[in-house]
């Protein structure tokens, strides 16, 4: 029977009823926690075993500044995960800003280009963000000011996929919370 | 069915759908509408080389709920293959007419229908992000999670009822549990660095998760109400994607400590790591069907990242697809399709295909770009 494709006769639709029903569609709402409800007519029909609770994130607010007139993005060449001479000043720059006061906290968020799955992505952005962490944690930046985090490929800042785009998108941003 | 045109879902059509997306069913819609007691006539079907019929009815019950009943015929052997009758919020509709598709399946093919199961998925559209849960046709579609900041890698409990995700709405990527129909959910991995890539173990009390609170990605195991995480994997390479074999004996995961990324099975409570994958220079993503035969996984061939299956055993590989770039292999849950991403007509769409590549189907879907699906296991009800 697995070899053969079975033939399957679907019998179409009488009309049962002389009036027809009304459509009573269930809208989809996106209250934290709350479950789906219908609308009630006489008494209210059993509830729905499919029924999916839908939660709404709302966007993180609070960036901080950093250091006047210093980009934030170090740029990285395909496949690698080295630091490139030409950022070694702004690197330095970053490092006398936060270790001016205590209080100064930072994410380094590395990103990939959109070559390559999801997760392996995020490992190599990861890559990127420790390697900013290292160097500024060896001109003495603390570790408890920093945390290196990765978006792997999903926020990318130049959408194409040009070696253009490419290359706009592997790289670590500093972030002041 | 007597009564389906005023029904608000074609319950004959969603049957017909579903039967022959599986590729094993060729399905034809008659023009005479019979219901589940009319007696068929039996040698005019045959004639035509039909070998079942499926009839029927629906109805609207007094409480608002619909009667839905149906009826099975062996054509060939002229035999009443027995019917079910349900009675139905309209929210359930869709849900009933899968259930007639599982029981034909299951009538006719004598393995279990994965029809009433559903799949995860993530659309991005606009600058927002939502995690959807769908029939397994990709309909029904309704959102678990909305959010400015990307989701990925959900991945189903093997109860069904929960489901593990990345969220990056911290600003960082955080492993949540979430209680599908409630919508309460907990974070089970809020670590310094990345919490990514969660894997259900089959018993459903852990999760194979990647951390990089240690420096690199590596692979931990947590239990799945949170609490200490312990390391599974010890190199100073990236050792991600972790999944369990079915009997959860066996962790199958992507690792670069070869040079490249490849992938590697070891023991679940540690030990050597054994490669897996020896062609080509980047494999990764994968899966394994449930009775523990086939590898899905995807590899990169000439630039191109394509869906490809294993066969464990033999270790004879093929690939699958004539699209790409492919993401994100799940198995259905009865191993006979395999749920993907690809690039259609420059969009993300969803894809299933038969293990063998043989028949493939799109599956309906949200607006924007849709990826990362993953199969839900059987419900029981």
Sequence with gaps: MNKTLITLTLAALLAACSSPVKLNEVPVEEKAGVALAAPSEQAPPPPARSAVAGIDARPLTGVAPGPEGVTKVIYFDYDSFVIKSEFQSVIEKHAAYIKQDSKRRIALEGHTDERGGREYNLALGQKRSEAVRKALNLLGVSDAQMEAVSFGKEKPAVQGNSEEAFAKNRRAEIAYK | ?381
Excluded at chain 2, 147 to 156: D, K
């Design chain 2, 1 to 381: 069915m007597r009564g389906e045109e005023y029904s608000p879902q074609k319950i004959a059509s969603i049957v017909q759908a579903d039967l022959e997306r599986s590729g094993q069913f060729r399905g034809n819609a008659l023009n005479q509408a019979m219901d589940e007691l009319t007696r068929p006539d039996f040698s005019v079907l045959k004639q035509k080389g039909d070998e079942a019929l499926l009839t029927g009815s629906i109805s609207k019950l007094a409480d608002g709920r619909y009667d839905v009943r149906f009826r099975l015929w062996d054509l060939v052997r002229g035999q009443d293959l027995g019917g079910q009758s349900y009675a139905t919020p309209v929210a359930d509709l869709r849900l009933i007419a899968h259930r007639i598709s599982d029981f034909i399946y299951e009538k006719l093919t004598g393995e279990k229908g994965i029809f009433s199961t559903r799949i995860a998925y993530v659309t991005k559209l606009g600058g927002r992000f939502s995690l959807w849960v769908a029939d397994a046709d990709g309909e029904n579609a309704q959102a678990a999670l909305t959010s400015p900041e990307p989701i990925i890698s959900p991945n189903w409990s093997p109860s069904g009822h929960e489901l593990a995700y990345v969220s990056f709405e911290a600003r960082k990527p955080v492993v949540y549990v979430h209680d599908v129909a409630s919508g309460k959910r907990r974070v089970v991995a809020n670590f310094k660095g990345n919490n990514s890539s969660p894997a259900w173990s089959p018993d459903g009390r852990s999760l194979a998760v990647t951390l990089s609170r240690d420096g690199g990605s590596q692979i931990y195991l947590i239990p799945a109400q949170g609490g200490d995480p312990r390391r599974l994997t010890q190199t100073t390479s990236i050792d991600t994607e972790p999944i369990f074999y079915p009997d959860g004996s066996a962790l199958y995961f992507v690792s670069d400590r070869g040079g490249s990324p490849q992938i590697y099975r070891m023991p679940t409570m540690g030990g050597p790591a054994q490669r897996v994958t020896f062609s080509g220079t980047y494999n990764i993503s994968p899966a394994i069907s449930p009775d523990g035969r086939w590898m899905a996984y995807i590899s990169r061939i000439n630039g191109q990242f394509k869906l490809h299956v294993m066969d464990l055993k033999s270790e004879t590989t093929q690939f699958i697809t004539d699209t790409g770039p492919d993401e994100r292999p799940s198995f259905s849950p009865n191993g006979r399709l395999i749920v993907y991403s690809t690039l259609l007509q420059g969009r993300e769409a969803l894809m299933t295909s038969t293990v063998d590549g043989r028949i493939k189907a799109r599956l309906a879907g949200q607006n924007g770009d849709i990826r990362e699906p993953h199969w839900g296991p059987f419900l029981k009800h």
